[in-house]
C-alpha cells in the first residue's frame, strides 16, 4: 500500500522556522514526484511546492519562494519543506502528495497523506 505520513506541523512565531516531513512507502521513491499543499477553511488546496525525485526538479508558488526549501532524501523515502520566515498568512493545514510528474492542482494527484496543522502567531 502507498502510504504518505505527515509530520512536523506546530505554532510558530511569526519569523520562525519549521521543518516538515513527509515520510513515504510503497511506491518506488525515485520515480515520483512530491507536493505539499496547503489548505485554510473555506479554500481550495494550494500546491506549494514540488519536487521531483526522477530529475531533481524543483517548484514553488511565488507565494513561498526565497522563504521555503524542498528537499529529498531518498535513503529513507523522506522528503522535508523547510519553511524559514513564516507569515501568520503561512497558518494552514499542509498535506504532500505523491504522483508521477509535478502539478499544481490538487487533482492531478492520486496519493495523499493526512494533514499537518501550522500555525504562525503574529
Known amino acids: 500500500d502507498v502510504q504518505l505520513q505527515a509530520s512536523g506541523g506546530g505554532l510558530v512565531q511569526a519569523g520562525g522556522s519549521l521543518r516538515l516531513s513527509c515520510a513515504t512507502s510503497?511506491?518506488?521513491?525515485?520515480?515520483?514526484?512530491i507536493a505539499w499543499f496547503r489548505q485554510t477553511p473555506g479554500k481550495e488546496r494550494e500546491g506549494i511546492s514540488c519536487?521531483?525525485?526522477?530529475?531533481?526538479?524543483?517548484f514553488y508558488v511565488d507565494s513561498v519562494k526565497g522563504r521555503f526549501t524542498i528537499s529529498s532524501e531518498s535513503a529513507n523515502n523522506t522528503v522535508y519543506l523547510q519553511m524559514d520566515s513564516l507569515k501568520p498568512e503561512d497558518t494552514a493545514v499542509y498535506y504532500c502528495?505523491?504522483?508521477?510528474?509535478?502539478?499544481?492542482?490538487?487533482?492531478?494527484?492520486?496519493?495523499w497523506g493526512q494533514g499537518t496543522l501550522v500555525t504562525v502567531s503574529s
Open positions: 502528495a505523491a504522483e508521477t510528474a509535478c502539478g499544481s492542482s490538487a487533482y492531478l494527484f492520486e496519493y
Open positions: 510503497g511506491f518506488t521513491f525515485d520515480d515520483y514526484a
Open positions: 519536487i521531483n525525485n526522477s530529475n531533481g526538479k524543483t
